[in-house]
């Protein structure tokens, strides 16, 4: 997954990450993991178990597209909703649940 400069305008990767967010994470002495859209969910829940926390970044992306009365949901927030759904079942599990940090877009 590409690592973009903060001031690009013009993105060419569907999926990237700014340099700015990667940065952000390191600072605090974590190493950054990008989560691709189109994880399968095993692979998904295999990278959750490794991880300490999960930080979705801002930005401007629709979540949801309505096509012909149909309502499409985007990559991104298929995943994002799997991710939510392992913080909740882990928590349940051993009553801590994987922390998450959300950055606009109504995380």
């Given at each position: 997954?590409?690592?973009?400069?903060?001031?690009?305008h013009?993105?060419?990767?569907?999926?990237?990450?700014?340099?700015?967010?990667?940065?952000?994470?390191?600072?605090?002495?974590?190493?950054?993991?990008?989560?691709?859209?189109?994880?399968?969910?095993?692979?998904?829940?295999?990278?959750?178990?490794?991880?300490?926390?999960?930080?979705?970044?801002?930005?401007?992306?629709?979540?949801?597209?309505v096509?012909?009365?149909?309502?499409?949901?985007?990559?991104?927030?298929?995943?994002?909703?799997?991710?939510?759904?392992?913080?909740?079942?882990?928590?349940?599990?051993?009553?801590f649940?994987?922390?998450?940090?959300?950055?606009?877009?109504?995380?």
């Amino acid at each position: 997954m590409p690592v973009l400069p903060e001031k690009q305008h013009l993105f060419p990767a569907k999926e990237y990450i700014l340099d700015i967010n990667r940065h952000f994470i390191e600072l605090s002495g974590a190493t950054a993991v990008p989560i691709r859209y189109h994880t399968d969910e095993q692979t998904l829940y295999e990278m959750l178990d490794e991880l300490d926390g999960v930080y979705f970044t801002g930005g401007f992306l629709n979540l949801f597209e309505v096509s012909q009365g149909i309502t499409i949901e985007h990559p991104y927030y298929k995943t994002a909703k799997r991710i939510f759904k392992y913080s909740l079942e882990t928590k349940k599990a051993d009553g801590f649940g994987l922390p998450l940090l959300g950055i606009c877009q109504g995380f």
